[in-house]
């Protein structure tokens, strides 16, 4: 072999390395993660006299088994993904976003009013992007209240989101319960233009299912968050505030502006997320149809490591769990699957550091 193949060969051995390492970091956690949540799975099916093998199965044919279960699994994981992606674009700036469900609230009655006011008949071409940046738009401005009161007083954004979900909320129930009801409801009346097409008008077998285009959306949405976080030079503004502000500022970097930009596009985000039920699903606002979703994206990104790609497959592995409870209801309690999935995210948060020390003392003892 001559010194210039060796030199080739060492050369793509060190270039990969940092790829091998970001891939071992990224990977592995979650994966250990899941180890433990299926072992303590086994052991909840097992203290209720049946078997693991069985449940399971029964989870898996209730969700990816048929068209239907599988349907509504990409359904839940949309709105999950959305929520996700918000949260994690949040925390790449070191902010914690806990205003997800407000934000998509406020962008699912955005887009209801639009799809109201548009006349019969508007083009989906025309009427689906006014009411995707109109429901960013509102999420966004719910988002940019946190977002300015860090920034010029320097209050903590997790208590300021947090009271924001219930203004937010209190003050949709009462517009919604006072003056834009449907008698005998709580959800507005159907709206007249924005309609996106389900998944059974393409294919007859989710015939039932909720599963809608808003889908695609919410992939092309996690590209574009990926592009902005990793490609564009706000996105390492922001990801260099979150892991040192103090060293950003130094280096000429705005924090009060980064954290204001950070807020307000994962409330754009989370907002843009209301189409799934509104324009997809129901085609009405319904008071409450966030609830529990803007909390779940929290776990969402903390499993997806916050990343966009990782947060879109733990969006399918938390609407998985969420529509398996559904199917093996009938063996074990459904609410077994809201303890796997407090399981799960305190596996993660133990393995990340854990796996991270082992791996780090593996390449030292390699290194040497």
Known sequence: MTESSLAAGTQRTFSATPWRKRAEEALL??????????????????????????????????????????????YKATTLAFTGLAVSFGLRAGLFNIGGESQLAAGGFAAALIGLALPIGTPLILALPICIVLAGAAGGVVGAVPGYLKTRFGAHEVIVTIMLNFIVLALLNWFIAGHLHVPETLHTPEIHAGF???????????????????????????????????????GYELRAVGLQPDAAEYGGISVGRVWMRAMTWSGVIAGIGGINYVLGYKHYYEDGFASGAGFLG??????????????????????????????????????????LQGVVILAVAMAVPEVRSILRSARRRSDA
Not at 203 to 232: C, E, K, P
Not at 315 to 335: D, E, N, R, Y
């Open 298 to 339: 929290i776990a969402v990104a903390l499993v997806g490591r916050n990343h966009p790609f990782g947060v879109l497959i733990a969006a399918f592995f938390f609407a998985t769990l969420s529509q398996g409870g559904l199917a093996i209801h009938a063996f074990v309690p459904k609410q077994m699957m809201d303890v």
């Open 196 to 234: 996106l097409p389900r998944l059974a008008d393409l294919d007859a077998d989710f015939h039932g299912s909720a599963a809608n285009l808003a889908l695609i959306v919410a992939i092309v949405a996690a590209v574009a968050v990926w592009f902005y976080l990793f490609r564009a030079r706000g």
């Open 29 to 74: 956690p979650p994966f250990v993660a899941l180890l433990v949540a299926l072992v303590c799975g086994d052991l909840l099916i097992l203290s209720y006299g049946q078997s693991p093998a069985n449940v399971y199965r029964l989870l898996l044919e209730g969700t990816w088994g048929n068209a239907y279960g599988f349907g509504q699994v990409l």
